[in-house]
């Protein structure tokens, strides 16, 4: 069967939406039997192999573009590829484009093989994409998704200018409309300096309303240290800061009835016991 995509963007660059992207993969792939695969698509400003510690990736998405282009990536070959992050053996992550001088040759065609290779590879796949749409990476990856989730803050040049300039006005010319976008309220210090709510960011953009968080302080602690994984693992309120975003998408993809059929303690264990004697 072919896996499902959701895309992650924001209005604005370095608002938290790759932190979002990947939190939201993290805890699905530690809730629900299945595979999720993260795919970052920032083709300039890749940094999730920085926030999981990893300085020097063995694979990055420039490292398979040959594949790409020759038509030759499979979805075996990407989960081999794909890096597995120690404390989730569900989650698997393709770091992103590091070689920036090639950022504008990437072409639909290498996007569009990655995203087929990864829905086969997958059963969800969540790609984290810029928040520009001037490459290939950002308009494919929104175009083929099921899903299609636009980060934003309180800060009307976040929500006002950037996401008509780009999400209003390019979307449209590929079929993307913003009442398409699912879209998600980052809190922060715009509430104690006189920010927007979501009542007059929909207002404005005309994108239909998912939810409002707010991220845990500690959590920035972890994207310099490189320990954003172990972060999420190490408590379930440090993973469970992301189910505003997850729980929606796993009840979407119907995956939350499973969930509530093995929430108890007896199913668990009889499912452990099947697969270890498997």
């Known amino acids: 069967m072919t896996g499902k995509l959701a895309t992650f963007m924001g209005s604005t660059p370095n608002i938290g939406t790759s932190l979002i992207a990947f939190g939201t993969a993290h805890r699905i792939a530690s809730l629900a039997e299945r595979t999720v695969g993260f795919l970052c698509l920032n083709l300039k400003s890749a940094k999730t192999h920085?926030?999981?510690?990893?300085?020097?990736?063995?694979?990055?998405?420039?490292?398979?573009?040959?594949?790409?282009?020759?038509?030759?990536?499979?979805?075996?070959?990407?989960?081999?590829?794909?890096?597995r992050p120690p404390k989730t053996e569900r989650l698997?992550?393709?770091?992103?484009?590091?070689?920036?001088?090639?950022?504008?040759?990437?072409?639909?065609?290498?996007?569009?093989?990655?995203?087929?290779?990864s829905r086969e590879a997958f059963d969800l796949t969540i790609a984290d994409v810029s928040a520009y749409w001037d490459n290939a990476a950002t308009i494919c990856a929104m175009r083929e998704a099921e899903d299609r989730f636009l980060v934003t803050t309180g800060h009307l040049s976040h929500f006002q200018e950037d996401i008509q300039r780009w999400s209003g006005s390019v979307g449209p010319h590929f079929g993307i409309k913003p009442e398409q976008f699912q879209l998600l309220l980052l809190q922060g210090s715009h509430r104690t300096t006189g920010?927007?709510?979501?009542k007059e960011i929909r207002k404005e953009t005309?994108?239909?309303?998912?939810?409002?968080m707010k991220l845990l302080e500690s959590v920035h602690l972890q994207l310099d240290?490189?320990?954003?994984?172990?972060?999420?693992?190490?408590?379930?309120?440090?993973?469970?800061?992301?189910?505003?975003?997850?729980?929606?998408?796993?009840?979407?993809?119907?995956?939350?009835?499973?969930?509530?059929?093995?929430?108890?303690?007896?199913?668990r264990r009889l499912l452990m016991h099947r697969r270890r004697g498997k």
């Open 195 to 198: 920010g927007f709510g979501m």
């Open 92 to 117: 698997h992550v393709l770091f992103g484009n590091l070689s920036r001088d090639q950022a504008e040759y990437y072409e639909p065609e290498d996007v569009q093989r990655l995203l087929a290779a």
């Open 50 to 83: 920085l926030y999981l510690g990893v300085d020097k990736p063995d694979v990055t998405l420039d490292g398979v573009r040959p594949e790409l282009r020759a038509g030759t990536l499979t979805g075996d070959k990407l989960r081999r590829y794909a890096y």
């Open 225 to 267: 240290s490189g320990r954003l994984d172990e972060w999420l693992a190490a408590e379930e309120r440090h993973a469970a800061s992301f189910d505003p975003v997850a729980k929606p998408l796993l009840n979407r993809l119907s995956w939350a009835q499973r969930l509530q059929k093995t929430d108890r303690p007896w199913v």
């Open 206 to 212: 005309g994108c239909m309303e998912l939810t409002e």
